[in-house]
């Protein structure tokens, strides 16, 4: 079965908004064993649709459009339709009524005749129904193509998808079984991975694949697969991670499920009834931030202070004046006495502290750029990691924060 | 002059990352007059890469492809080069000496022959440098094509498209002129202001184009144009603007920034030589995090403390336990102590803190769930803002976030 996404929107070509739609689709379809071919963005013009509609014809089992329902000029995706598919517009009396409904709660923004000509659909469309806006969806099954329409506002675009249109795909089409299934390494390159793997490529069974994702010091191994019985793939995915973990070994940190890493250090937290602080200079707050975006975190999340100034060390964190004249303020007995003192304000039985360098110019100290060091305390040991992560601002950043919580999630897996 | 932009992976299609290269190449584009007329997202497969490439052929100026030249099995962008313009691989020694220098600093990771195998490029490409990681870009012109691939790797790309093909393209073709201005309305729908705008509308120039871009209750009004004297375009826009504003008043509360928010609040408090501080609890140093992910912020950002506890509150921020207890932890009471007492410890001029339910669940506070206060301190004044933000949590802190930002900014440039 192949299946294509259509965004359409001038805003996502501009880059003024991020297509985020696209990927929500593709996760739900691949849920029921579909897969998405190819996902094309085009812009606000009907040529455009009415080209992309006939160089989908037949191509695709299914044709998923986002985007171009609402009540103005700027959209024309029902317009397109209708020439491409060379039918008319007419009124659909249950999303008049629709609208007509939704409008009666607000007050500032009466019914006008645009609203109630997003009632009208081709005459050959089935309608999908929008329950939280006035954009009706619609399919239209065209010789071996099923055309289907939605709008592009996300969370009204998102509801149409669980309730109507999953449920209409697993009853029409017969849809196979995918697998996938990824693991989280670290310390190793994605070519010395690769290199460990040779054996395991090539003896892989022809229904299998593996995909390398690296990011930031982190490679994610992603094994997927597709067959008709869900029993026997789910046997060989498993031997087939049983062999990564003895090839890999503790390079495997775990699984990438939709569980993030600081979502697996609050259950551990949880479980073992213990506390955390941060106490973070380059990373800025987004140590913090990442651990508090869990629900509930704040049974375990204490707080954080963010001495981004030197003299916020000494005052705040009581980072001793010596030291950073002696070592300056990037350096493992900073990060150390960082931790401490973070740990010391808020009580906590754990606390992870960065300092470093990272860019474009130099602070407070003379370490090169991508210079980082991060203390981590446990109840009963301090230790400091030192890295060169390079010279880009944003991905030593990003990588003091990963690393972060890479290390503290496997100290308190063993402390 | 058409573009497109073709990125490759399958962990887009199975929506397990979200395609955010995309916008940033755009962006960039738009920044010298180049659109983008569509963008193509396809699987990790070489006769899919390979047809992209066929399909494309004089079709467009210019085709940007990313993804697919990592060194591992399934990176297979060259060998569609090859297959599709008929070409080898041959090596390039600069890439080559690039790669082993860069093997230099990883200790744990030794150069391998995969990595060794990124030094080959098809025979007649021309290379575009990787200055952070191992695989080279390249540019193919063919026919009346120009082919552009580059890495995956959002910050590998990233300085490429900056630092190499801007340059490049800015150099060999000829760019119209693009202003894009985007209004921000509150408080009015998509259709009552379509309804506004209707002789506007019909009275605008055939090479302005007038967008609704509607979202949570916000709907941003994008004007965009295109031409070749840039002084003429900024006129007729300038006037364009007035008579929006003429037609809509208040409804629009002003202009989205093509800088980040962060970027233009660092650009004001550098040029007032002004510094801040923040004191943060359901937004858990995202504030923080926004702030200082703008190179040089420790210029005018100090610090932040994260009191997601409410002893913290009390301890580090000296807020008052006796109005704790009268008001609640989420109480604009609370909200004010804290901006004041985050204040004092940082020494800053200015100061935001905020309080809130982020939910699932309640915290120390009765308050309803998407309760949010957040407090701004100036220098010569005291405020405080009480929203109700909903039942999702990410959506609370991030529009807790978002909000905060807006509110300083605007404190910034009034106070």
């Known amino acids: 079965m192949k299946v294509k996404i259509i965004t359409i929107g001038d805003e996502i070509l501009i880059g003024q908004i991020i297509d985020t739609n696209s990927a929500f689709i593709s996760k739900e379809l691949i849920n029921i064993g579909v897969e998405v071919t190819e996902i094309l963005t085009i812009g606000d013009s009907k040529i455009d649709i009415t080209n992309s509609l006939k160089n989908s014809q037949n191509k695709f089992d299914i044709v998923i459009l986002t985007g171009g329902l609402g009540p103005t000029n700027d959209d024309i995706t029902k317009d397109s339709f209708c020439d491409y598919f060379k039918d008319k517009l007419v009124l659909n009396k249950e999303v008049l009524n629709h609208i007509e409904n939704l409008f009666k709660n607000f007050k500032d923004n009466p019914i006008t005749d645009l609203n109630r000509a997003q009632a009208y659909l081709p005459s050959r469309a089935k309608l999908i129904p929008n329950d939280f806006g006035t954009a009706a969806g619609m399919m239209v099954q065209n010789l071996n193509t099923l055309y289907v329409s939605l709008p592009g506002v996300p969370f009204e675009m998102k509801s149409m998808i669980s309730s109507y249109l999953i449920p209409e795909i697993k009853k029409e089409f017969k849809c196979p079984v995918i697998l996938n299934k990824t693991l989280l390494t670290y310390g190793l390159g994605e070519s010395t991975i690769a290199n460990k793997l040779i054996e395991f490529e090539s003896s892989l069974p022809s229904n299998f694949k593996l995909a390398y994702l690296p990011n930031l010091g982190r490679v994610r191994l992603r094994l997927s697969s597709k067959g008709d019985d869900k029993k026997s793939l789910e046997k060989i995915m498993d031997d087939l991670i049983v062999e990564l973990y003895r090839v890999l070994g503790k390079t495997i940190i775990g699984f990438e499920f939709s569980n993030s890493i600081e979502k697996e250090i609050g259950k551990k937290l949880i479980q073992f009834n213990k506390t955390i602080s941060t106490a973070e200079s380059l990373t800025g707050g987004l140590i913090s931030s990442r651990l508090t975006s869990i629900p509930g975190s704040s049974n375990y999340f204490k707080g954080s202070v963010v001495a981004y100034d030197t003299l916020i060390k000494e005052n705040v ?27 010391k304000i808020f009580n906590t039985d754990y606390a992870i502290a960065t300092t470093g360098n990272a860019g474009p110019s130099k602070g407070d100290s003379k370490q090169p750029i991508g210079k980082v060091f991060i203390a981590i305390s446990t109840p009963t040991d301090l230790k400091c990691f030192e890295f060169n992560f390079g010279e880009h601002r944003e991905k030593n950043i990003n990588k003091s924060v990963n690393k972060s919580l890479e290390l503290f999630f496997s100290e308190l897996l063993t402390s």
């Open 317 to 343: 964190l009581k980072v001793n004046n010596d030291t950073i004249s002696k070592h300056s303020v990037v350096s493992s007995e900073v990060a150390k006495e960082m931790v401490l003192g973070v740990k």
